[in-house]
Every structure is written in structure tokens, then in C-alpha cells.
């Protein structure tokens, strides 16, 4: 089956700290891959995602690039702000008759210290 | 601005009461909306589908009689956790299809406590 697998949280960084949040996956088919975000009190927010293989998804400074070698997809970026402090959760889809079906991961908390 | 609003935020009640949870599309008509639970620390958990104009299509393990969903508009999903429980407290999200199968977008989350 399908399922998403990310590393745990917090992860606490200091402000222009390099930040990696390792996310790997298992899929039957080929799924689409995305990062949300949650800031507090909202809903979630896509940041990124990528489509097929080699892909890389990209905004905000974040990075991700769908490695199907290693069923990967790791979020990266060079230099966090206070501002990036939220939850960040991994997913993917599959097609399934006219919608997709999402598959999230557990959420990895990430605290910035000014 | 947001695109799906839900409605309450927060919600505590009694056991043995039921308590509806709106989700609204804000932008665009939703044929499609989806309804997941998240438990602390643990990820969401797709419940059902909602089809406007028809029933909704639950997940394997979810009670549809004690999770009733209606999809009566293109703008509005609710959901009714009928004789809730203290085990039925958790974080329920919605979500609508976007313009295309592979996008969904989030409302913020309505937080249950039953007592």
C-alpha cells in the first residue's frame, strides 16, 4: 500500500541554520509528492510538490526533489527564518477515479530561534 | 486568503451529544471535499469523501453512522459526529479538490473535546 514516512520532531535550528527534514516513502504506482505547511491556527499550506522522478520542487528558499531510487523526498533549505517555524508534513497521491487520494505523513514540528 | 473555511474552530461537548462541523468552500463550487482526522503527533487520516448530491465514500474502519456526512451544496460539506465519545476527540480537517485531481486545499481544522 501506499504510506509516507518523515522523520520526528521538533527540530529546534537557529536562525540561517541549514535545514533538512527527511521524508521517504512506499507507493504502488507513481505518485505525486508535496510538502504542506501548518502555521499555528491555520490550515495546511502546499509549499512544494513534484510530479514524476528528477523532479524538484521548489518556493519560498525550501527545496525537494522526488528521488525514486531511494522513494525520497526530502526538504531542504539554506538559511531558516523565525518565520519558518510550523509543521511540515509530507504527502503523496495517487490518481484514483476523478480525484486523487492523499497520503500524509506524521509531521515534523520545526522551532527557529532568533 | 483562504479558500476553505470550517466552522467551529473549536467545539467542546458532553458525551452522548452530537456536533456538527461545517466546511466551506470559499472560491469555487466543490463537487469533491474531503474530510480527515488528526490525532496528536500522528498524521491525517483520510475519512471520507464527500460527493455533492450523493453519498459520501468512507474509509475502511470509519463508522458511517456515527460520522454522517452531508453534501448538500457545491459550497458546503458537514460533518456530524453522532453520540460522540471521549475517543472521537480530535483535530478534524477538510479539504476541497482543486482544479485539478493531483491539488487539495485545506480548511483550518476544527479541534474536538468531548467530555
Known amino acids: 500500500g501506499n504510506s509516507v514516512t518523515q522523520m520526528e520532531g521538533p527540530v529546534t535550528l537557529s536562525e540561517e541554520a541549514f535545514l533538512t527534514i527527511n521524508c521517504t516513502y512506499t507507493a504502488t504506482g507513481y505518485p505525486s509528492l508535496f510538502w504542506y505547511v501548518q502555521y499555528p491556527g491555520e490550515g495546511l499550506q502546499l509549499l512544494l510538490k513534484a510530479t514524476k522522478a528528477d523532479d524538484k520542487g521548489s518556493n519560498k528558499g525550501f527545496e525537494a526533489t522526488y528521488r525514486k531510487e531511494t522513494t525520497s523526498f526530502h526538504l531542504e533549505k539554506g538559511s531558516v527564518q523565525v518565520s519558518d517555524s510550523a509543521v511540515y508534513f509530507c504527502a503523496l497521491s495517487e490518481p484514483l477515479y476523478n480525484f486523487n487520494k492523499f497520503y500524509f505523513g506524521s509531521g515534523t514540528k520545526l522551532n527557529v530561534k532568533p | 486568503g483562504a479558500v476553505v473555511s470550517q466552522h467551529p474552530s473549536r467545539v467542546i461537548c458532553k458525551s452522548g451529544t452530537s456536533v456538527k462541523i461545517e466546511c466551506r468552500s470559499l472560491?469555487?463550487?466543490?463537487?469533491?471535499m474531503f474530510w480527515y482526522r488528526q490525532f496528536p503527533k500522528q498524521s491525517l487520516m483520510l475519512m471520507a469523501t464527500?460527493?455533492?448530491?450523493?453519498?459520501?465514500?468512507?474509509e475502511q474502519g470509519v463508522e458511517k453512522d456515527k460520522f454522517l456526512i452531508n453534501h448538500a451544496s457545491l459550497t458546503l460539506s458537514t460533518l456530524t459526529v453522532t453520540s460522540a465519545h471521549p475517543e472521537d476527540s480530535s483535530f478534524y480537517i477538510c479539504?476541497?479538490?482543486?482544479?485539478?485531481?493531483?491539488?487539495?486545499?485545506f480548511g483550518p481544522g476544527t479541534r474536538l473535546t468531548v467530555l
Open positions: 479539504s476541497r479538490q482543486g482544479s485539478s485531481y493531483n491539488e487539495q486545499f
Open positions: 464527500s460527493n455533492e448530491g450523493s453519498k459520501a465514500t468512507y
Open positions: 472560491d469555487f463550487q466543490a463537487t469533491t
